[in-house]
């Protein structure tokens, strides 16, 4: 025996249809939304799709840091003011300000500076340095490379500082860099220390820091 199908049931098909339609469109909106959220936090790690932006120096390039040379140049010499922006491209001003800074330049490649990052982290959370600015600057960016993007990585180190984004290598220029880590020491009277690169070990970070203020 065949079953009948009134003509209310009848009518009441289409309607269903568009019901099922509609639910589906808003649960796939919903998983695209999800996905693109997940996408931009691992991208940029505050939500924010990670950009290599553009840095700039304004002042007197430093020469290219060579380690071997018993007397730097730069020494003595005003360290250009950097400009630019930070992960959550906020604009972001190192110098000008008359505080003593110890500059770090980080890629996020470089197995020294992922090495050096940590120990820095823990030093300065033992070390608070009230007169003596630690200013961070990454560069030398590439999204082929591993560790990529410095946001994230920095971020999982629980960096306590605000992070000039330098991608065009513009500031890392300007400040002769040479090899990673590097280290600039500026007084507050915005002139050049000290320089230095590699791997350091706690006394020589004190000792940079030291360094800033004793002039």
């Known amino acids: 025996m065949s079953t009948a199908v009134s003509p209310?049931?009848?009518?009441?098909?289409?309607?269903?249809?568009?019901?099922?339609?509609?639910?589906?469109?808003?649960?796939?909106?919903?998983v695209i939304a999800i996905a693109s959220?997940?996408?931009?936090?691992?991208?940029?790690?505050?939500?924010?799709?990670f950009v290599a932006t553009e840095a700039a120096a304004n002042g007197t390039p430093l020469a290219p840091?060579?380690?071997?040379?018993a007397v730097d140049p730069a020494v003595g010499q005003v360290a250009p003011t950097l400009s630019g922006q930070d992960f959550d491209r906020q604009e972001l001003i190192i110098g000008g300000d008359k505080r003593a800074k110890v500059m770090v330049f980080l890629a996020h490649w470089c197995p020294h500076c992922q090495r050096e990052v940590p120990l820095l982290v823990t030093w300065l959370a033992?070390?608070?340095?009230?007169?003596v600015d630690l200013a961070t600057i990454t560069t030398g960016m590439d999204p082929n490379r591993p560790n990529y993007p410095p946001s994230d990585w920095l971020r999982r180190e629980k960096w306590p500082t605000p992070v000039l984004v330098?991608?065009?290598?513009?500031v890392a220029?300007?400040?002769?860099?040479?090899?990673?880590?590097?280290f600039v020491v500026v007084g507050a009277n915005g002139q050049v220390v000290k320089r230095g690169s590699g791997e350091l070990t706690n006394d020589q970070?004190?000792?940079?820091?030291?360094?800033?203020?004793?002039?």
């Open 65 to 69: 840091y060579d380690e071997t040379a």
């Open 166 to 170: 330098d991608g065009n290598s513009a």
């Open 37 to 49: 959220s997940s996408s931009s936090k691992k991208a940029g790690g505050s939500g924010v799709p």
């Open 8 to 30: 209310k049931t009848e009518s009441r098909k289409p309607l269903i249809y568009i019901a099922v339609a509609a639910t589906l469109v808003v649960v796939v909106a919903l």
């Open 205 to 215: 970070i004190a000792a940079l820091f030291t360094s800033a203020v004793a002039q």
């Open 173 to 182: 220029t300007a400040m002769g860099l040479t090899s990673f880590p590097y």
């Open 126 to 131: 033992a070390h608070p340095q009230p007169q």
